[in-house]
Structure formats: structure tokens, C-alpha cells
């Protein structure tokens, strides 16, 4: 108060301790700052992402359809990806594709639970037990080197050339990398989280899927989509070389019979269908890892 009695006005720099949130010193409300992009841009960021990824892929598709349309390239020898689209229409009207495919899911499914099943347990034995270990590596070393395509007529020798052989190559062909990420998986496992378990009480059974299969789970799941995509290779290689049936067999057989334009639909088929295959199994594996990504 001034020495006549008047008020003095506040003259305090400071700002006021109680505001309310979102209001200036001034009193006026501030703009909304949330740091979050909105669900659009979101969405929006998340497809520019996909297009540069894509990117690739639609430029050889763009090559593919002009290519043989400016006649760099006989139409007959590569016909244009318009062209081979239609053709795969084609197929699917009269249901020709849906049988072949069939049929090939069928055996390329049987041989790789079997190679998926058989390898996980016995790359994780062979990490868990020497003796074990010692029995089977140098089997796995002897024929891991050796191309599976070359193994097919001794195949057609054993089992015939019906689909059990054609199983059977493909459960060889897939459980040698589960076995050996598998293997690896189990054996990087930290001394420390296996000392820590036993410490706790936990036995042999218990410690082996509380602490190693978890832990031992990443790479174990990429030897898998590694299996997956061998098992493709496989299938489709044993019904060319030995096969009445599949999408194999029609690749050959559409060769010989000089339809190139339906040798390259049922080869774009098959290249969609190991795409989705490998989408899939990734979504599968982030899925299946999410509490690893949480803890991380």
C-alpha cells in the first residue's frame, strides 16, 4: 500500500502458481500439443512405409508388363504380367490351379510339421545331451552339403513316385536348419538364467520350457520360416523331377508342351503363395514374441 493509502498495483514478474492445465500465464487457453501423431497420419505414415518397401516389386512388375510390349522381348517367350494374370484366371475358372495347389499344400504341409517337429526336439537334445550330440552331427554335417534335388531319384527308388516320397524329401530338406537353429538356439542360452532356475528349485523337465524354450524361441522361430521357404523349394523341385500331379509337375509339363504363358502363371502362383506364407509366419512371430518386445 502506498504512503496516501492507494493500492499499489502487483507488480510480481512471477507467474501465478495456480492455473489451470492447458492455460497461459496470461489466462488464454494453449493450443493441444499432444506429441501422438493422429490416427490418420498414423495410417498414412504406416503406407508410405509400405510403398518404399513395395517399391522394388512394383517397378519389376512395371518392366515385366512393358518389357515385351515395346518387343524388347518376344510376347510368346514373356508375356506381358497383364497377360499372365489373366491367364491365371483362366486356371481358376476352369479348375485346374485349384487341384495342383491342393494337392501341393497337402504334401508341402505333411513334410514340414514332420521337419518342424522333428527338428525343434532334436536340436534341442543335441544341445541338452553330448551323447546325443555326438550321434547325430556328423550325420546332419554329412548330408546338409548334399543338394536335395539330388536326392530325389534315390527317393523315387525307396518310396515311388506317389506323394509319400515327395513327403519325405521335403521333411529332409526342412528339419536340417530347424535342427541347427534349433540347436544353436538352445546352446547360446545364458549359463546364468539355467544356474538361476536350478537355484530356484526348478528340475530338468521344468527349467527346459520355463527358461530355455523362451529363451531359445527367436532364433528357433527363424529356423522355422527358413524351413518353411526350403520346403517350397523342395516340393516344387521332386514334383518336376518326379510327379504326375502339382504345381511342379504343370510347370514341366507346360514347358515341354512349349504354353509358356501358363509356365509363368502357375510360377507367379507359387510365387504368391510363398509370399503370403512368409506374411503370414511373420505376423505369427511378432505375435508369438510380443512379451519379448515388451521386456525389451
Known amino acids: 500500500m502506498s504512503p496516501d493509502g492507494a493500492k499499489r498495483p502487483n507488480r510480481n514478474p512471477r507467474p501465478s502458481t495456480f492455473r489451470r492445465d492447458g492455460e497461459s500465464p496470461d489466462g488464454a487457453k494453449r493450443p493441444n500439443r499432444d506429441p501422438r501423431p493422429s490416427t490418420f497420419r498414423r495410417h498414412g505414415l504406416r503406407a508410405l512405409k509400405a510403398l518404399a518397401r513395395g517399391y522394388s516389386l512394383g517397378l519389376l512388375l512395371l518392366l515385366w508388363e512393358f518389357v515385351p510390349r515395346m518387343g ?117 542360452v545364458s549359463r546364468n538364467h539355467l544356474w538361476s532356475a536350478r537355484a530356484m528349485g526348478d528340475g530338468t523337465t521344468r527349467m527346459l520350457l520355463r ?29 518336376m523331377l518326379a510327379g504326375r500331379e502339382g504345381l511342379g509337375w504343370f510347370i514341366a509339363y507346360t514347358m515341354e508342351t512349349g504354353a509358356y504363358d501358363l509356365t509363368y502363371a502357375s510360377m507367379l502362383t507359387i510365387a504368391v503363395i510363398g509370399f503370403c506364407y512368409d506374411r503370414l509366419y511373420l505376423a505369427l512371430m511378432h505375435r508369438l514374441l510380443a512379451w519379448k518386445e515388451e521386456g525389451a
Open 211 to 239: 527358461v530355455v524354450l523362451p529363451a531359445a524361441s527367436p532364433q528357433v522361430l527363424t529356423g522355422i520360416r527358413l524351413g518353411l521357404i526350403v520346403s517350397l523349394i523342395v516340393l516344387v523341385g521332386s514334383e
Open 72 to 188: 524388347l522381348v518376344a510376347a510368346d517367350i514373356l508375356p506381358p504380367f497383364s497377360t499372365t494374370i489373366r491367364n491365371v484366371g483362366t486356371l481358376i475358372m476352369e479348375g485346374e490351379l485349384q487341384r495342383h495347389v491342393a494337392l501341393s499344400l497337402v504334401r508341402q504341409t505333411a513334410g514340414l510339421v514332420l521337419g518342424v517337429v522333428g527338428g525343434v526336439t532334436l536340436g534341442v537334445f543335441m544341445a541338452w545331451s553330448r551323447g546325443v550330440r555326438a550321434f547325430f552331427e556328423p550325420l546332419l554335417m554329412l548330408t546338409n552339403p548334399i543338394p536335395k534335388a539330388a536326392l530325389i531319384p534315390l527317393f523315387m527308388l525307396w518310396f515311388g513316385i506317389g506323394t509319400f516320397s515327395k513327403v519325405m524329401l521335403i521333411f529332409v530338406g526342412t528339419i536340417i536348419p530347424v535342427v541347427i537353429s534349433s540347436f544353436h538356439a538352445v546352446a547360446d
